[in-house]
């Protein structure tokens, strides 16, 4: 999930993508019962990811931002899905909450850390012992590495809660597969990866693997029964 965008403010293409993305927000917000969000076409999301749309909170407000390219590529159901996923995000409210609790826990507890850091040092300096002074950056450095992966794990998590309220909405996975093929052809072909590297990437990773959200759509729709969301 990306937060930050450059917005496109001139061009009739861009009012005209503006128009057709407002309208079908709202007919998911419509049918879902789902708070209406501001709708944004921008260039491109943060890190210049002009292929993927996304959900930023100012002020409490939540703003889905939408790059041209999109409007333009994707087929009907694929941009169906990707904004009900992005509808989902703001259901649940968790797309940029996971940045500020990260920060509350960090600084929870690298604080807790540096207390703890300077009894010890203190204790250990006035014995003259400095041994457990590894000790106890090594364990800071396991606190820190632990505190990020359990972010990560938390945003994946919510990756997953906006994937099933879409699959709800559609009541069917075409648009997702839509979506999965796009989202595939547009990373290409990529080296294969160490398995250190692929556990790094599963452990540090914002978003789950897409064989994985795919499968898990799958499995839902599979068991799909008829929902409030069924007018879709």
């Avoid at 590529?73 to 259901?91: I, Q, R, S």
């Amino acid at each position: 999930m990306k937060w930050g965008s450059r917005q496109l403010v001139t061009g009739d293409e861009a009012l005209e993508a503006l128009s057709l993305i407002t309208s079908e927000v709202h007919r998911v917000c419509a049918v879902t019962g789902a708070p209406m969000p501001e709708v944004q076409i921008v260039e491109a999301l943060q890190g210049n990811n002009d292929f993927t749309a996304g959900v930023q909170f100012r002020r409490g407000q939540p703003i889905i931002n939408v790059p041209l390219r999109v409007v333009r590529d994707y087929p009907p159901k694929a941009l169906t899905f990707l904004l009900a996923h992005e509808v989902g995000h703001v259901v649940s409210g968790n797309t940029f909450y996971p940045q500020k609790w990260a920060v509350g826990v960090l600084a929870l507890l690298f604080g807790s850390g540096a207390l703890g850091a300077v009894g010890f040092g203190a204790y250990f300096a006035y014995n003259d012992r400095t041994g457990p002074w590894l000790g106890i950056v090594a364990a800071l450095i396991i606190a820190f590495v632990s505190c990020i992966a359990g972010v990560c794990a938390v945003m994946r998590a919510d990756e997953r809660r906006a994937d099933r309220f879409a699959v709800d909405f559609l009541g069917d996975v075409e648009g997702a597969e839509q979506w999965n093929a796009l989202v595939e052809r547009e990373r290409g072909q990529r080296a294969t990866l160490g398995l250190f590297s692929r556990a790094l990437i599963k452990l540090f990773a914002m978003h789950p693997p897409q064989n994985v959200r795919m499968e898990a759509m799958r499995r839902q729709n599979a068991d799909f029964r008829t929902t409030g969301f069924s007018d879709a």
